[in-house]
């Protein structure tokens, strides 16, 4: 362990309590420190490093390592952000008995990943307080767990309905109004079961995941190495450079590639790029959620520069297919600069002008102030991240906590506000443009010459570990890559910003009335996917009724077919 | 209030017309714009470098010993640019065209059949500038019939069909009570 490792507060704390874990601790890479532990004591660190230590809970990773050592493993991945640390915690499981305590009783913002990790690799939570199926689908066999290694990428499995999860019961006497399916203001799938005391809202239930690709499954199956950007890209509309960039960066760490300076400049400009326009984008839907239409069409207006910009410099309006294992793929030539910094100006004027007009418009703040109320104890809690954790006076941001591509000398200034409602969540957001915008101008004028691409000489090692978190417009996007042989990652798990997010949800609309519903769930900026299942309440009976897949496919034909 | 709805019509009406007319006037791409690949049988040593970086398996390549058959599932494709990138013979690059959406599926694939012959210049090889896009991935890290080496890794390669229904796991249950 380096010296500079060995003097950090939360290692002092964690020794004081637990003295046999520093013979356990391994550090490869600076920055990340792993710790294999036996199975019983795992919760009981990260329950202590949480709760006491204030650490960010990240994510787990359950791999199934039969093939290599006979048993599962789980990885317990937590962050201390102000020393700039990731901590993993490591245990192998049996592979006829694959259990673990759960943390979530006492770590709340582990509730999803732990069931993600039973309904994928198969290991058990015990304990857990909501032990219900997460990702899989309704009607996905019971007993299978599809990212274990016996089940190739492209198995269908037989349907196998009367597998889905029972539906939260609602409180007495509240009533209970659907939301989604398919989400009707952000055009996309979500299932929000909302429970309802006249019009204040007083719980909430939540099914996702309808739209489950699969796509660490490919990762560890089937691509390799310089494939996954290109499939990491795809994961969202949005931010596809943050989940290629986080997971290059990974890779690159874990097996000490040193990746030129230029190429480093070259991925922060097209992130910070891709975060102007993300923020641009939701400013216009935010707007148009609380139907003010007049936000949407003029931000709109402005953003569509920067996608025409990122299609001359990159050659897609979207996704820049600009990272590989090593480096980037093309240069951002002198015209390129110049084109980049020109779009930024007229953007800067034109966006001040909305935001000097939005910042003293009452309407806007009637609807914003005071509604979706996140305290900064349930923003910690829940593990929320990006400017839903931000605008609750949580002053976390990747790009400052754990640097990666080339922010360690940019002097990142995070935007942070105290208000924690929706109007702080747009603030942070507002501020943040400004701060890309001269962001990209620092990173144009000070990157250096020289070539974009790491020479890589022989295969990469296998078993090695890298973590990297990318600040995506949403929050941290975080990438966890175990190397293997066969020049393709033998664990890939990645985990978006509204995974969190999501979780925090259910807190923030809680005493809200219906009409703010839309707008608190817009607020942290959600990116989810789609379904298969719409219920319906029937108003005479009052009787809850709920189509299979079968049901509506056949009342879609009896309608088309007339 | 009355000062923020001022200072916003003043934006609205500043901005004018935006809206392109396309299509009824073609809207021309950056040069840089990566579009729907063409592709030259006759410069194509069928060496199977684009099919070995495609990520979404658009391309996939044949070998037939005398002759190599690639086909292109242009559905398939992710505009990355990729295979242009690697191939050496340049027998694969892009063009401007991007309006290829189709009522029917096999419209966006083709097929390219070249005939095999030892190259005079190099035997029959192919090199990448970087290592890790040299080495094959073809074999899938699964169980499943033959031997597993000491990787355990199982020398057999998933089918390319995506839509092939395998069950592997458990046959469809016979129905019960009959």
Redesign the interface.
């Known amino acids: 362990m380096s010296t500079e490792t060995s003097h950090k507060k939360f290692l002092r704390g964690l020794t004081e309590q637990f003295p046999d874990i520093l013979g356990k601790l391994q550090e490869h890479i600076p920055g990340q420190l792993i710790a294999v532990l036996p199975r019983e004591e795992l919760p009981k660190v990260t329950k202590y490093a949480v709760n006491r230590l204030g650490a960010r809970f990240v994510i787990t990773v359950a791999t199934d390592q039969r093939?290599?050592t006979g048993d599962f493993g789980i990885s317990y991945i937590l962050a201390f952000d102000e020393e700039k640390q990731f901590l993993v915690l490591h245990s192998n499981l049996p592979a006829d008995d694959p259990r673990i305590e759960s943390v979530t009783p006492d770590v709340p913002a582990a509730n999803w990943a732990e069931r993600e990790a039973y309904d994928l690799v198969g290991i058990m939570p015990e304990g857990h307080p909501d032990p219900r199926r997460l990702v899989l689908p309704d009607d996905f066999?019971a007993g299978?767990h599809p990212l274990r290694?016996?089940?190739?990428?492209?198995?269908?499995?037989?349907s196998e309905p009367g597998n889905a999860p029972p539906r939260k019961a609602p409180p007495e006497g509240s009533t209970v109004v659907p939301i989604g399916p398919f989400y009707p203001t952000l055009e996309e799938p979500a299932y929000f079961r909302l429970f309802l005391d006249g019009e204040r809202v007083v719980g909430s239930d939540y099914r996702g995941f309808y739209n489950h690709r699969a796509i660490e499954k490919l990762g560890?199956?089937?691509?390799?190495?310089?494939?996954?950007p290109?499939?990491a890209q795809?994961i969202c509309g949005i931010c596809g450079q943050v989940h290629s960039c986080a997971y290059v960066e990974a890779v690159e760490k874990a097996c000490e590639i040193e990746v030129p300076m230029r190429a480093k400049y070259i991925r922060t400009i097209l992130l910070e790029l891709e975060r102007i326009h993300s923020h641009l984008l939701w400013v216009g839907l935010a707007g148009h959620i609380i139907a003010f239409d007049?936000v949407l069409?003029?931000v709109w207006?402005i953003r569509?520069p920067v996608m025409w910009l990122m299609?001359?410099?990159?050659?897609?309006r979207k996704?820049y297919?600009s990272n590989?294992?090593?480096g980037v793929?093309?240069d951002i030539t002198e015209e390129a600069a110049d084109d980049i910094r020109r779009v930024l100006d007229k953007v800067e004027t034109?966006f001040k002008?909305?935001v000097?007009?939005?910042l003293?418009?009452?309407?806007?703040m009637a609807r914003l102030k005071d509604v979706g109320i996140l305290t900064e104890e349930n923003a910690r809690a829940l593990g929320a991240v990006g400017p839903t954790a931000r605008g609750s006076n949580v002053a976390i941001d990747c790009r400052v906590d754990h640097p990666y591509a080339a922010y360690d000398q940019l002097d990142v200034q995070k935007q942070v506000q105290d208000g924690c409602d929706c109007w702080a969540r747009t603030l942070v957001r507002l501020y943040e443009v400004f701060e890309s915008i001269r962001l990209v101008r620092k990173a144009l004028e000070q990157m250096p010459g020289g070539p974009i691409?790491a020479k890589?000489?022989?295969?990469?090692p296998a078993d090695r570990i890298g973590l990297c978190s990318v600040e995506a417009a949403r929050g941290e996007s975080h990438h966890y890559v175990r190397t293997?042989?066969?020049?393709?990652p033998y664990r890939w798990r990645l985990r978006a910003p509204t995974y969190p997010n999501l979780q925090a949800v259910g807190c923030m609309i809680e005493g809200v009335n219906l009409a703010d519903v839309p707008i608190c769930i817009g607020s942290y900026d959600p990116c989810f996917s789609c379904t298969e299942r719409v219920e319906t309440v029937d108003v005479n009976t009052n009787e809850i009724r709920v189509y299979t897949r079968e049901e509506l496919q056949e009342l879609s034909r009896r309608k088309t077919l007339g | 209030m009355f000062k923020a709805k001022l200072k916003e019509a003043v934006i609205c009406f500043g901005a004018g017309r935006v809206t392109l007319k396309y299509p009824f006037e073609p809207s021309p791409v950056p040069p840089k714009f990566r579009g729907k690949i063409e592709f030259d049988a006759r410069k194509c040593i069928a060496c199977g470098g684009c099919a070995n970086v495609c990520p979404p398996r658009c391309i996939v390549i044949e070998d037939m010993g005398e002759v190599a058959k690639i086909t292109f599932n242009l559905d398939r494709c992710i505009q990355c640019a990729r295979c242009y990138e690697v191939c050496p013979e340049k027998a694969i690059w892009p063009t401007d065209e991007f309006e290829t959406a189709t009522p029917d599926k096999s419209d966006l694939k083709s097929e390219m059949i070249v005939w095999m012959s030892t190259c005079q210049r190099c035997g029959r090889c192919f090199e990448t500038e970087n290592a890790i896009d040299k080495f094959e991935s073809k074999r899938w890290r699964g169980r499943g019939p033959g031997e597993a080496n000491k990787h355990g890794i199982f020398p057999i390669k998933p089918p390319i069909d995506f839509t092939a229904q395998t069950s592997l796991v458990r046959e469809p249950e016979e129905e019960k009570d009959q």
């Open positions: 093939d290599k066999p299978i290694k016996e089940y190739a990428y492209n198995v269908r499995f037989p560890d199956s089937e691509l390799n190495y310089n494939q996954v290109f499939v795809q007049t069409m003029q207006r569509e299609e001359r410099v990159t050659g897609n996704h297919s590989l294992v090593g793929r093309f034109e002008a909305v000097d007009a939005v003293i418009d009452t309407s806007l691409m890589i000489d022989g295969p990469l293997g042989e066969d020049n393709r």
